[in-house]
């Protein structure tokens, strides 16, 4: 179970990792963008708050599972302790 728990954890760190870096080069284009020509293209600057959303969105459903499987736990071994 620990090796299947490392892979999982190796799987989501590397997928999390090459997301992160494309954001970054997004969020990076519009910001360049910005500075060189005044205005990003409107596709871009959509894409940079599509991004954002994405990742505060996907940082507030993980801490919720968390949080949750956590709650899950604690009453698995609370009814435990009742029966026995």
Not at 23 to 48: C, D, F, R
Request: charge should be positive.
């Amino acid at each position: 179970m620990a090796g299947n728990a490392k892979l999982l954890l190796w799987i989501v760190a590397m997928g999390t990792a090459i997301i992160g870096l494309m954001s970054l080069s997004i969020v990076g284009a519009v910001i360049y963008s910005s500075i060189m020509y005044g205005k990003p293209p409107e596709i871009l600057s959509n894409w940079g708050g599509l991004i954002i959303g994405f990742f505060i969105g996907t940082f507030f459903n993980f801490v919720r599972t968390a949080l949750g499987a956590e709650v899950a736990e604690a009453n698995k071994a609370g009814l435990k302790r009742k029966a026995g």
